[in-house]
DNA sequence: GCCAACGTTGGC
DNA sequence: GCCAACGTTGGC
């Protein structure tokens, strides 16, 4: 099983929408590394830290679960989505998505702050300068380190 | 709202 | 294949 971390933006989809959707089909991802973490790597039973970003308090606050194996993103062709890809052919899909589904919410919020602190997750791709990747594996020492700071 | 740090596009 | 221009992400 692998690790991973996934960013929302609190005022698109929160961890509150993914909970009380349960499951949630992970649109919208046009970044050819972030699309090929959930093609090729992820399965089903995965386990996610759900990171609120772009908000007042960037951070992970709560964590879900890889729930599918990864399919065509659908509003890569819908004309009317923002998501949108003209591009795109139905018989050659360029964007993958994989679904996500609901496990528990985080007593509180570790912030990206209080990550950055810790000497332990150094090399933590989250905290890469210049890192922009809204879907990334996580190490399992990071997993285990992080759920310790809950 | 600003802007650094990217990734993508397209002219050449 | 280079690289300038442009668009996006996301912390602050």
């Known amino acids: 099983m692998k690790y991973w971390l996934m960013k929302s933006e609190p005022e698109a989809f929160s961890i509150d929408d993914l ?17 090929n973490f959930m093609r090729d790597s992820m399965r089903p039973g995965d386990q996610v830290f759900f990171y609120h970003s772009n908000c007042a308090e960037p951070g992970i606050v709560g964590i879900a679960e890889v729930a599918s194996a990864a399919y065509p993103d659908p509003s890569q062709f819908d004309a009317k989505s923002k998501y949108f890809d003209p591009t795109s052919k139905r018989e050659e899909p360029r964007w993958m998505l994989v679904d996500v589904k609901f496990v528990k919410k985080l007593k509180r919020t570790i912030t ?33 380190y992080i759920l310790t700071l809950e």
């Not at 349960?22 to 919208?28: L, N, P, S, V």
């Not at 000497?119 to 990334?136: A, Y």
């Not at 594996?137 to 285990?144: I, K, M, Q």
Request: proline share 2%.
């Open 19 to 35: 909970k009380r959707k349960r499951t949630e089909a992970w649109d919208g991802v046009r970044n050819y590394q972030a699309r």
């Open 112 to 144: 990206l702050d209080e990550l950055k602190g810790h000497e332990t997750l150094d090399e933590m791709l989250l905290l890469r300068k210049g890192n922009r990747l809204s879907v990334m594996p996580v190490a399992a020492t990071e997993w285990r």
